[in-house]
């Protein structure tokens, strides 16, 4: 079972960078995939990134790579989301998620869950 607390969201002009934490609670951390997925208003919620239980895989959205990077410390049980260049077309509820073990593209295997953190951004 794990818990999860996303932060570091806020508003940013375009072109402008953010990094998201999540927090997440337990010892076993390291035995979990994770995964930032976003919704903006009138959209369904979307994968942005995902990384395995190592770190050593990685998988990014088409409309955020070469921007956007996840990373983890699973000493800390934290994995983070550094968004850079953004856009208006970032604007979204983030939302970071957790699931045992392997990597997945899909929501729907993610039963863990975050709150969620708001980020603005400008034109």
């Known amino acids: 079972q794990v818990q999860l607390v996303e932060s570091g969201g806020g508003l940013v002009q375009a072109g402008g960078s953010l990094r998201l934490s999540c927090a997440a609670s337990g010892r076993t951390f390291s035995n979990y995939a994770m995964g930032w997925f976003r919704q903006a208003p009138g959209k369904e919620r979307e994968l942005v990134a995902a990384?395995?239980?190592?770190?050593?895989?990685?998988y990014y959205a088409d409309s955020v790579k070469g921007r956007f990077t996840i990373s983890r410390d699973n000493a800390e049980s934290a994995v983070y989301l550094q968004l850079n260049s953004l856009t208006p077309e970032d604007t979204a509820v983030y939302y970071c998620?957790?699931?045992?073990?392997?990597?997945?593209?899909?929501?729907?295997?993610?039963?863990?869950w975050g709150q969620g953190t708001q980020v603005t951004v400008s034109s």
């Open positions: 998620a957790a699931k045992f073990r392997n990597l997945s593209y899909y929501k729907h295997e993610y039963p863990y």
């Open positions: 990384i395995n239980w190592s770190g050593g895989s990685t």
